[in-house]
């Protein structure tokens, strides 16, 4: 079993729609959790942070963390063409390491 | 501005050639990081630094090699040993202040090493 892992993509929303990008991940004892967006060519840069169980809004995105089933999700409303970029989701794990996942590609259609 | 500067953006490399990629930051983060990106793939580890002096090698360590002699500078060399070095170099950073060590990396903007 992957350490991190995200749901395979490539994702395509419609303009305005909400995209909605997940991630799960092995150890346990994770207590930090980061989104990080990253455009074609371009090096990641970082969204939100989630550390406690529950939701975490921030504008347009929400993050999701849930401990129990290992999962932590994000959100996107009122999807635009701007959004389209890969997302990773990144783990501080118990043994004090930042795990990455392979990615989501987001496409939000005009 | 306070940020992390990664030269060059474009680096090329000969055969048993070693190169050295620069990473400074002006942040004063205790951390830094390099981490290797292949195309359409994640973030793969290559060493880390938690303090001046000291460092730590990540998973794909074989065929680099890193110093840490200032606070604000992690440079990564290549060495001819590392045989597919073609890839994106990120170099990242976070504070740890306080020994809080859930800080999230921030990103210098990558220099890209092709084989000549």
């Known amino acids: 079993q992957k350490e991190v892992e995200q749901n395979s993509g490539p994702l395509s929303v419609p303009e305005g729609a909400i995209a909605s990008l997940n991630c799960t991940y092995s150890d346990r004892g994770s207590q930090s959790f980061f989104w990080y967006r990253q455009y074609s060519g371009k090096s990641p840069e970082l969204i939100m942070s989630?550390?406690?169980?529950g939701d975490k809004e921030d504008g347009r995105f929400t993050a999701q963390l849930n401990k129990a089933s290992q999962y932590v999700s994000l959100l996107i409303r009122d999807s635009q063409p701007s959004d389209s970029a890969t997302y990773l989701c990144a783990v501080k794990t118990s043994y004090d390491k930042v795990i990455f996942g392979p990615g989501t590609s987001l496409s939000v259609i005009p | 501005d306070g940020g992390i500067t990664q030269s060059p953006k474009y680096l090329f490399r000969k055969e048993g050639q070693n190169v050295t990629l620069s990473c400074e930051q002006n942040?004063?983060?205790?951390?830094m990081y390099w981490y290797r990106q292949d195309p359409g793939q994640g973030l793969r580890l290559i060493y880390y630094s938690q303090i001046v002096n000291d460092f730590q090698k990540g998973d794909i360590a074989e065929g680099y090699s890193v110093s840490r002699e200032k606070k604000e500078s992690f440079p990564l060399t290549v060495t001819s040993a590392q045989k597919n070095p073609t890839a994106f170099y990120l170099c990242?950073?976070?504070?740890?202040?306080?020994?809080?060590?859930?800080?999230?990396?921030?990103f210098g903007d990558g220099t890209r090493l092709s084989i000549l």
């Open positions: 942040l004063n983060h205790d951390a």
């Open positions: 990242a950073s976070s504070p740890n202040e306080g020994g809080d060590f859930n800080q999230p990396q921030h």
């Open positions: 989630i550390y406690s169980n």
